[in-house]
């Protein structure tokens, strides 16, 4: 078995050339959307590097009637909270130096998380970058409701396994240019 830290490097790699291939692939993965999505708060997130951005698949949740919000990191061990966020609103660094909405935006709790990673697999299994900040985040808003967690990203992103830990928390689906993925749990 591949170790995180090996994947994650092989990822990042592969990644980057995605990135400058693939420039449509988020307004493709986009209309894969399933038609009867309509969340009420959609967390997004601000791409970095070549993390495909989501904004084409955002802005078709809003148009089905999702207010947006972002991630703000605020103490690096704890879960992120969400704010509300619109398009050109102002920006500030968080505590992890990450641009994210202001103290000054509304706090929001989503229903639907996109989120971005550096490898999924057909179980759910997500590899992100290493920080464990989305893992924290998605087991505090499972324990207090209802969420749905989608993991956005390149089709040839997709490895057999991605290893997982005790405290990694797998995708309720995977938005890809070529379809919408729900894992085959075992």
């Known amino acids: 078995m591949t170790s995180k830290h090996d994947l994650r490097r092989v990822q990042r790699s592969l990644r980057r050339k995605l990135a400058d291939q ?3 692939s988020a307004e493709a993965a986009a209309a894969h959307l399933p038609p009867d999505l309509r969340p009420a708060v959609v967390g997004g997130y601000l791409p970095t590097g070549s993390e495909i951005d989501p904004g084409p698949v955002l802005k078709a949740l809003q148009a089905r009637g999702a207010v947006l919000a ?3 990191c605020v103490m690096p061990a704890a879960p992120m909270v969400f704010r509300a966020y619109c398009e050109g609103d102002a920006l500030a660094l968080d505590v992890m130096g990450m641009a994210a909405p202001t103290e000054a935006a509304a706090p929001l709790v989503p229903d639907v998380l996109i989120l971005p990673l550096l490898a999924f697999d057909r179980q759910g299994g997500r590899l992100g970058q290493g920080g464990g900040f989305y893992d924290r985040t998605l087991q505090s808003l499972r324990q207090a409701g209802q969420i749905l967690a989608i993991g956005l990203a ?6 057999d396994c991605v290893p997982m830990d005790e405290f990694d928390q797998s995708l309720d689906a995977i938005l890809t240019e ?3 993925i729900v894992p085959q749990r075992t």
């Open 22 to 24: 693939a420039r449509d």
């Open 70 to 72: 972002m991630p703000v």
């Open 154 to 159: 390149y089709a040839k992103q997709e490895v």
């Open 178 to 180: 070529i379809g919408y």
